[in-house]
Every structure is written in structure tokens, then in C-alpha cells.
């Protein structure tokens, strides 16, 4: 039998975090033939909320699950790891300037970021969640000289699903039946979800919306503003969508994607479709043999550019801006 995967979650104890821990428990993250063993790290004062879940996850009785330990420090609690999940992150809070946020999830990602350097396994692979999730990623990689860059991710895969639901609502086809979408550039409200080379049932789906109007107006905003409409719905922000997105995220990594499709992922540019290299920006991606690899040739029409443009340039503001702090 395999010996148990080590996968360490940040922010255990959170939303995202309470969600997430019982699927990657019954083996959705990895495959149903694969153990796990969950290493949790929390701040200090969440401590005790994480071990309430750790006795939640013993009494699940997972048959893949080889243990749970829970740690208030960077360094044990990525001692090993093989996937690491960082979704604590500091978020925004009323009147709070974009260069305190940056700096605070600094403070974060920059440890986090020694941590994976320091004591990870040879093969981890790094998805952040926690906001601003391509920043952060940015911030952790730029502290592990000693991992190859490619394995530090942020998550985009919830924005392509949701983009994913909205095509299939607006043509009436089920979600099975749409490939090859793609969300670019940041995992923020300037992200740009791109339906036209996507295909449904065979068809290029931009051609069957053949509504541009419907595109800028509704689809792109819907996508880019759903997080908004889950806090106004639900009265707390989207938790569960984001734990699936992660484990969507994980396992497609891990296991591939299918022949004639891909995904969106956020991963280390090496300069395609002129994003400079080295931002870790959303693309379609594919999976194999373990890797993300950027979807080449592409052709990118005026109405894309423009969008592309718009959110990797909020991209690099972001990174300026953290070089000008002296977090990466
Ligand atoms: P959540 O679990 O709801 O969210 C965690 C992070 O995920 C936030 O940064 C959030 O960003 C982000 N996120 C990314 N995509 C989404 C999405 N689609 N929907 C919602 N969130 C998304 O936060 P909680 O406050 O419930 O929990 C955070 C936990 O992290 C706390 O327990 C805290 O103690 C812990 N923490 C741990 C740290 C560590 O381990 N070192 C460091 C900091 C915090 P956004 O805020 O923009 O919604």
C-alpha cells in the first residue's frame, strides 16, 4: 500500500477551510486510491477552532485518511508537505489601503513562502486561495529559490467554473458539454473569461452566443462579480464553491486533463501571449504527468486583448508594488 500523502492546509479553521478538509479526507483531492495525511496550520488563536475540526475528521472514519496534526508554525506544519493549500490569508477590511493588504499578506506568504523552501517534500506543489491569491503565489515563490517555480499556483479554477455554469445556462447545454474556456489574468473583478475558443457540443461557443452584447454586459460581469452576489445571497462569502474549486484545482494537476480540453489555472508566466515572465497570471492550461502547461498559439482577437491587457496590467501594479515594500 502508498504511504500517505502529506498535504498541508493554512487557515484550517476558516470557512474554506471547514469545507475543504472533509473532501480532501474521502480522497477527492487526490483519487480514491491514494491516503492522506492533513497537517493543518493555523494562527495561534485558531488553534483550538482546528482541533474542534480535527475531532470532526476522526469521526468521519475516513478509510483514506492516515491522521490529522495541527501546528501554529510555517516551518513544522510544511515539514514534508506534498500539496500545499494556502488559504489563510489576511483579508481586506473597511478602509484598509491595497498597500496594507499587500503588506499584511506579506507577512503571510513570505514565511510561508521559507517554509516550502526550507522543509517541503522534492515534489510539492503550492495552490494559493487566500486573496490576493496571484500576489500572495508571487510573494511565496520569490522565497523558495530552491523550488522550481512552476509549482507555485493560484486558484482560478472557481471563476472558471462559474464561467462554465453561465455558458451553460445561457445555451441550455449541460457543463459536460463545454470545453476548452478560459478565465486570464487576476483572480480579481478584472479577470477575463473568454468563451471564444471555447466549444460546445463540437460548435464554437462564441458563435453560438453570437451576442456580443450579452458577453460584456452580462457574462463577463456575472463571472467576474459572482463572489459579490454569494455575499449578498448567503450573508457570508462563497465557502464551499471555493473548497471545490481547490480540490478541482489539485486533482486536475495531479491526474491530467482530459485529451481535447483544458482548464484555467494561475501559473508562472514564461512570457506567452505577451504577459511578462514570471507574474503568475491565469491561462488555459493543461495537465500532464504532473505539470501545468500554458496553452501555445492561441489567437487572441481585439475584444480579448483589451481584457487580457486590463488584468495583467492590474497584475504587475500589484507586483510593483510589493517590490517597492521589499516583499519579494
Ligand atoms: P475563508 O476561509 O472564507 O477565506 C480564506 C481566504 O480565501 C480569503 O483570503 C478569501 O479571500 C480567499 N478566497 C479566495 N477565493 C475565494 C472565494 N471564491 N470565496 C471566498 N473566499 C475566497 O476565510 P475565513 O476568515 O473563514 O478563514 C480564514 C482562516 O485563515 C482563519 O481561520 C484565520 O485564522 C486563518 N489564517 C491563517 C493563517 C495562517 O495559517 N498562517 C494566516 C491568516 C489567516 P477574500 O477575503 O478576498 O474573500
Redesign the pocket.
Known amino acids: 500500500t502508498q504511504a500517505p500523502v502529506n498535504v498541508t492546509v493554512?487557515?484550517?479553521?476558516?470557512?474554506?477551510?471547514?469545507a475543504l478538509l472533509f473532501r480532501i479526507a474521502s480522497g477527492q483531492l487526490l483519487g480514491p486510491d491514494t491516503p492522506v495525511r492533513l497537517r493543518l496550520?493555523?494562527?495561534p488563536?485558531?488553534v483550538k477552532?482546528?482541533e474542534g475540526t480535527a475531532l470532526e475528521l476522526e469521526d468521519g472514519a475516513f478509510p483514506l485518511l492516515a491522521g490529522t496534526d495541527i501546528f501554529d508554525d510555517?516551518k513544522q506544519?510544511f515539514s514534508g508537505a506534498n500539496v500545499a493549500l494556502l488559504?489563510?490569508?489576511?483579508?481586506?477590511t473597511k478602509g484598509m489601503e491595497r498597500g496594507d493588504l499587500l503588506e499584511a499578506n506579506g507577512g503571510?506568504f513570505k514565511p510561508?513562502g521559507e517554509a516550502i523552501n526550507a522543509g517541503a517534500a522534492d515534489d510539492i506543489k503550492v495552490l494559493v486561495?487566500?486573496?490576493?491569491?496571484n500576489t500572495n503565489a508571487l510573494i511565496a515563490q520569490a522565497h523558495a529559490p530552491d523550488v522550481p517555480a512552476d509549482r507555485f499556483t493560484a486558484?482560478t479554477r472557481?471563476d472558471h467554473n462559474r464561467a462554465l455554469a453561465q455558458l451553460s445556462k445561457k445555451l441550455g447545454v449541460p457543463v459536460s458539454e463545454i470545453k476548452k474556456l478560459a478565465i486570464w489574468g487576476n483572480?480579481s473583478a478584472t479577470q477575463y473569461p473568454d468563451i471564444f475558443h471555447a466549444e460546445v457540443a463540437g460548435k464554437n461557443a462564441a458563435e453560438a452566443v453570437n451576442d456580443e452584447a450579452w458577453l460584456s454586459d452580462t457574462f463577463i460581469p456575472t463571472v467576474a462579480k459572482r463572489?459579490a452576489a454569494?455575499i449578498e445571497a448567503r450573508g457570508?462569502?462563497?465557502?464551499a464553491?471555493?473548497a471545490s474549486?481547490a480540490i478541482d484545482h489539485v486533482y486536475t494537476w495531479v491526474n491530467g486533463t482530459p485529451e481535447g480540453d483544458w482548464t484555467s489555472a494561475a501559473v508562472v508566466s514564461d512570457g506567452s501571449y505577451g504577459v511578462p515572465e514570471g507574474l503568475i497570471s491565469s491561462f488555459p492550461v493543461t495537465a500532464r504527468d504532473g505539470k501545468y502547461e500554458i496553452v501555445q498559439g492561441l489567437e487572441i482577437n481585439e475584444f480579448s486583448r483589451t481584457r487580457i491587457d486590463a488584468s495583467v496590467q492590474e497584475l504587475i501594479e500589484e507586483r510593483d508594488a510589493v517590490k517597492k515594500l521589499g516583499l519579494i
Do not use: D, F, K
Open positions: 493554512t487557515g484550517a479553521a476558516g470557512q474554506i477551510g471547514y496550520l493555523e494562527i488563536q485558531a477552532a482546528a510555517a506544519a488559504v489563510g490569508a489576511r483579508p481586506r503571510i510561508q486561495v487566500g486573496n490576493p491569491a486558484m472557481l483572480h463572489g454569494i457570508a462569502s462563497s465557502a464553491s471555493a474549486a
